[in-house]
Nanobody
Framework: VQLQASGGGLVQAGDSLRLSCAASRHTFSNYVMGWFRQAPGKEREFVAS????????YYGDSVKGRFTISRGNAESTVYLQMSSLKPEDTAVYYC????????????????????WGQGTLVTVSS
């Protein structure tokens, strides 16, 4: 499985941005897709995840109410719609995939995922 994250860029505080994660695998029916981010000097942080089969989302506390994760209906793509962006959202954002073996809340840490994309940089200026 290969994952390709895209959509990052430089925005101002309060702006919106949508990230995409395109997967090489055609069938993700039994997978969980996740987004993480890593700011300089910090650990990789859980942002959001979604079950491909049912579209059930799960969010990290720092992005609840501002970010929305979704999956494409036909294509193997997962999206992260980010709104009301803050300077502290500045980071490299990574998408990841894991086989769905447990409840969605289980997939809130990097070590729960097997496949990773290369990351896309999001910079939010104040």
């Amino acid at each position: 499985v290969q994952l390709q994250a895209s959509g990052g860029g430089l925005v101002q505080a309060g702006d919106s941005l949508r990230l995409s994660c395109a997967a090489s695998r055609h069938t993700f029916s039994n997978y969980v897709m996740g987004w993480f981010r890593q700011a300089p000097g910090k650990e990789r942080e859980f942002v959001a995840s979604i079950t491909w089969s049912s579209g059930l989302p799960y969010y990290g506390d720092s992005v609840k109410g501002r970010f929305t994760i979704s999956r494409g209906n036909a294509e193997s793509t997962v999206y992260l719609q980010m709104s009301s962006l803050k300077p502290e959202d500045t980071a490299v954002y990574y998408c990841a995939a894991a086989a769905e073996l447990y409840g969605i809340s289980y997939y809130n840490a990097p070590d729960k995922y097997d496949y990773w994309g290369q990351g896309t940089l999001v910079t939010v200026s104040s």
